[in-house]
């Protein structure tokens, strides 16, 4: 495999379910990003980890937690979703600099649809 | 804080017409810029970037020149086709933001034979 992959492409989920979206880096990346793509809205960054340190976390409702037990892998784990959480969630990459970040290397991301 | 403007979308252009996507920026530090394409179904993949005032990025015929004076990033092609159907991002990095990407809104290009 290469570059970022995302687990599941697509998911369907009632509303009480408990699910996981995973991606995997394969580039040596240091920081790792979340986010929600909906229908005719801007791109949302949801959260931010850098060398495993979550350091953006932008409002987003409890009902979404993220997970990154190494620099290779981020789970975004989903509880009680509701229907306009029904999206694109797009995962990626990119490398840390001291003098700034290069650019974001993105999965193909999981559609998911909420019951 | 940093912002991204693009130019607002549906675009609808023939085969082989000239194409241009405006972005102006409002950045606190010395950013990079990037332009980031979205074919339909999948994720966003980058186009082109300028790390520095007067560069220029380019690939699959397609050109941006990062214009301090200005603070703007357009997006040119001299001649779309029909695979150049997709949604168009740009974007800027710089050290003081933790590691978040500003992107713009995102521009709809379609290209009809």
């Known amino acids: 495999e290469t570059g970022v992959t995302q687990t599941p492409r697509h998911l369907v989920m009632g509303m009480t379910n408990k699910k996981s979206l995973k991606c995997e880096q394969h580039?040596?990346?240091?920081?790792m990003y979340w986010y929600k793509q909906s229908a005719k809205k801007p791109l949302e960054l949801m959260f931010v980890?850098?060398?495993?340190?979550?350091?953006e976390n932008n409002s987003v409702p409890s009902r979404f937690s993220p997970e990154c037990p190494n620099s290779s892998h981020l789970f975004l784990h989903l509880h009680t979703l509701q229907p306009e959480d029904s999206a694109l969630y797009l995962c990626?990459?990119?490398?840390?600099?001291?003098?700034?970040?290069?650019?974001?290397?993105f999965g193909p991301g999981t559609r998911l649809t909420v019951l | 804080g940093n912002s991204v403007t693009q130019m607002e979308g549906p675009v609808t252009l023939s085969e082989e017409a000239f194409l241009t996507i405006n972005c102006t920026y409002t950045?606190?530090?010395?950013?990079?810029l990037f332009w980031y394409v979205q074919y339909p179904g999948e994720g966003l993949q980058l186009l082109l970037k300028?790390?520095?005032?007067?560069d220029k990025g380019s690939n699959k015929g397609f050109e941006a020149t990062y214009r301090k004076e200005t603070t703007s990033f357009h997006l040119e092609k001299g001649s779309v086709q029909v695979s150049d159907s997709a949604v168009y991002f740009c974007?800027?990095?710089?050290?003081?933001?933790?590691?978040?990407?500003?992107f713009g809104d995102g521009t709809t290009l379609t290209v009809k034979p």
């Open positions: 990626a990459s990119s490398q840390e600099l001291a003098e700034g970040f290069r650019e974001q290397f």
């Open positions: 580039l040596g990346h240091n920081a």
């Open positions: 980890y850098s060398l495993e340190e979550r350091v």
């Open positions: 950045a606190t530090g010395y950013p990079s």
């Open positions: 300028a790390t520095k005032a007067d």
């Open positions: 974007a800027l990095s710089d050290n003081t933001n933790a590691g978040k990407s500003t």
